[in-house]
């Protein structure tokens, strides 16, 4: 009964968090925040289109169209030295059915489940004494990947409590720049225009990870933290096509909260929905053209191949809806016939 009324209270503060949509992080509050002042800009960041704000703080998206998501920073807590547990033992909490983002890097493998990852959003991690960020955005469905060395040194990120375009805002707890989740870009702050690079990850039903790689580490629940994992405070949200945040471009063509896997080449983005891979398995197409070849297979991994190179390319899973906002000139694969 307890850990319901804690489930309750998590649900109504999130629909709160919608009125604190209204509440833009003003230049002020972002100059404020810790984030270093810089003096004027050099010629290849104004060619960039990275400005200054009244106060001196370098942005490439307007301070005012980043806004509050309701909790503080660091209110949702990121996960800085994680434990790991073997697959025979967390599948005594992970049911078959649960959703897990999933690795496999340098050789080794490493399972995120979803009923943690909702709670924290941000894993700081090493694989093999390499520094890695595991990020996950409730609202906008991504599990994204990167690595987390900026010019040479390790960086640790966390949650800013904000929002752009419905998505998770970082911040590096080196200079208080502000990054997006999706796309990994530095927006506000000292390092405003840099990208982090991203790594391949799945998101992938535990049952098949487990049976195809039985070696996996798994995430402990062990966190340092006391919450009520297994529930999910986003509820319906999934499903139905309401958005809780506002965001920049928006498209009709499909449900917003489609999952689709995107992909950018030679500077074209494209998108492919789930439900088509999961009917066809295979789509062969052309992007800037480059011949690909986008699979899913029986565990529902998804890859996209160049089929000149051989190369498996980085792509991005995410709602419709988010990807869309960020990237309004993509491309969409729909199958002959779509209505």
Known sequence: MKTRYNVLLVSIAIL?????ACI???????????????????EMEQELGIMLTEMGVKYIVDPNDIVSGGP??????????????????????????ELVLALIHNGTKRVYPLQIMVWHEIVNDHINGEPI????????????????????????FGTSGKLYNSNLVMYDRKTNSYWTQIGGQAIVGELTGMELNA??????????????HPDSQVLSQNTGFSRPYGNDPYGSYYENSILLFPV????????????????????????????DLIELGTIEDTIDGVDVRV?????????????????????????????????????????????
Do not use: Q
Not at 24 to 42: C, D, F, M, R, Y
Not at 136 to 156: D, F, H, K, Q
Not at 199 to 211: G, Q
Not at 249 to 270: A, C, Q, R, Y
């Open 16 to 20: 709160l968090a919608v009125f604190m």
């Open 24 to 42: 833009p992080a003003s230049a002020e509050e972002v100059g404020g925040g810790g984030i270093e002042k810089l003096p004027e800009l050099t």
């Open 72 to 97: 503080p920073m660091d209110g949702i807590p990121s996960i800085d030295d994680p434990e790991y547990v073997t697959v025979e033992e967390a599948d005594r909490w992970i049911e078959d059915n």
């Open 133 to 156: 960020l595991i990020t996950y955005c409730p609202l906008c469905g991504s599990g994204i990947a990167y690595e987390r060395t900026i010019n040479g040194e390790e960086v640790e």
């Open 199 to 212: 790594i391949s990850i799945e998101t992938v039903v535990w049952r098949d990870w487990k049976v195809a």
């Open 248 to 275: 920049e471009n928006s498209d009709t063509t499909i449900h917003p909260k489609t999952v689709i896997f995107g992909i950018e080449l030679n500077g074209t983005f494209k998108a492919y929905r789930e439900d």
């Open 295 to 339: 699979e899913r297979d029986e565990a529902g991994i998804v890859t996209i191949t160049d089929l000149d190179t051989g190369e498996e390319l980085v792509k991005e899973r995410d709602f419709w809806f988010a990807w869309y906002a960020f990237h309004p000139e993509t491309e969409l694969y729909l199958p002959e016939g779509f209505i």
